[in-house]
C-alpha cells in the first residue's frame, strides 16, 4: 500500500503549478489505498473481475504519470508555465480558491481515513471525497487531457459502490 500523505493538496500560493502536480502525483496513490480496500475489492468482485478493474487503474496510472512527466519537461520554458498558469487560474486553481479547494479536500480525506472503520460513516464521506475530487478532476482535465483516464476509472469505482451499497 502506497504511503498516506498528511494533505493530498498542498495549496502552495507562490507556487500554485507544483501544488497542482503534487496533487496530480498523489491521485493514483489516493485511489489505489482506497481501491485495495478490502470492502472495496468485495463491490468489485460483486460487479466485474478486481483484476480487470485494477487493470485499467494501473493502465490510467501509467498514462498520467506520463503526461506529468512530459508537462514537467515543457513547464520548464517560462512561456509555457506562465500560458499554464493562466489556465489554472481560469479554472479556480489559484489563489484563495486553490486554498479553499485544498481545504475542502483535505478535510474529507483526513474523514475518509479517520473513519475506516465505521463502515457507514467511511462510505459516506467517501462518495463525498470522490464527488469532491470529480470536480477537480473535471477542471483540471481541461488543462490535462491525459487526466480523464484516471478520471473514468475513478468514476466506474464510484459507481460499483454506489451499486453495492445502495
Given at each position: 500500500m502506497p504511503p498516506v500523505r498528511e494533505q493530498l493538496l498542498n495549496p502552495n500560493?507562490?507556487?500554485p503549478i507544483d501544488s497542482v502536480l503534487e496533487f496530480l502525483d498523489g491521485i493514483p496513490d489516493c485511489l489505489q489505498e482506497i481501491f485495495e480496500y478490502h470492502e472495496f475489492i468485495q463491490i468489485c468482485e460483486d460487479s466485474m473481475e478486481p483484476e480487470l478493474f485494477m487493470g485499467a487503474f494501473y493502465e490510467a496510472k501509467e498514462v498520467l504519470q506520463s503526461e506529468l512527466k512530459l508537462l514537467r519537461g515543457l513547464l520548464q520554458d517560462e512561456r509555457t508555465r506562465t500560458h499554464f498558469l493562466q489556465r489554472l487560474a481560469s479554472i479556480g486553481f489559484t489563489g484563495q480558491s486553490l486554498k479553499m479547494k485544498?481545504?475542502?479536500?483535505?478535510?474529507?480525506?483526513?474523514?475518509r481515513r479517520r473513519t475506516r472503520e465505521i463502515y457507514e460513516e467511511f462510505m459516506k464521506n467517501l462518495r463525498i471525497f470522490l464527488k469532491q475530487l470529480n470536480v477537480?478532476?473535471?477542471?483540471l482535465s481541461e488543462v490535462i487531457p491525459?487526466?480523464?483516464a484516471?478520471?473514468?476509472?475513478?468514476?466506474?469505482?464510484?459507481i460499483m459502490i454506489d451499486a453495492y451499497t445502495v
Open positions: 500560493l507562490d507556487n485544498a481545504w475542502i479536500l483535505n478535510q474529507y480525506d483526513k474523514a477537480f478532476l473535471d477542471s491525459s487526466l480523464h484516471m478520471k473514468e476509472v475513478k468514476d466506474t469505482g464510484e
